[in-house]
């Protein structure tokens, strides 16, 4: 797997306003999972390119965000990170302080 979705894997909030009102949405979670589809991946691509949105295409990870406010859903395109950019995200091994070692 070399592209995944940061808010999928916890490694990002799911961060979007909606774009009526303006406030936060609530997460409701992948476009898949709520339509309560566990299905294989081959059909989770199929799903994908029916919804019309080429997102296997560009590596887009769809979620439904629930504005409470509107009572509305909305659909946010999250974009999945590569490898490379999980790489570039993770922190610097731990260098210990140089004061510290044993002389
Ligand atoms: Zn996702
Ligand atoms: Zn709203």
Not at 32 to 61: A, T
Not at 62 to 91: F, K, M, N, T, Y
Request: net charge negative; proline share 12%.
């Amino acid at each position: 797997m070399d592209h995944l979705c940061p808010v999928c894997n916890g490694l990002m909030p799911y961060q979007e306003a909606c774009p009526r009102c303006g406030r936060p949405l609530d997460d409701a979670g992948r476009l898949y999972d709520y339509y309560g589809d566990y299905s294989p991946y081959l059909e989770i691509d199929d799903s994908k390119l029916n919804n019309g949105f080429p997102d296997r295409l560009h590596h887009h990870c769809l979620h439904v965000g629930w504005c409470p406010a509107c009572r509305q859903e909305h659909l946010s395109v999250i974009e999945e990170w590569s490898s490379q950019a999980l790489h570039d995200q993770s922190p610097p091994p731990f260098t210990p302080d140089a004061g510290e070692s044993p002389r």
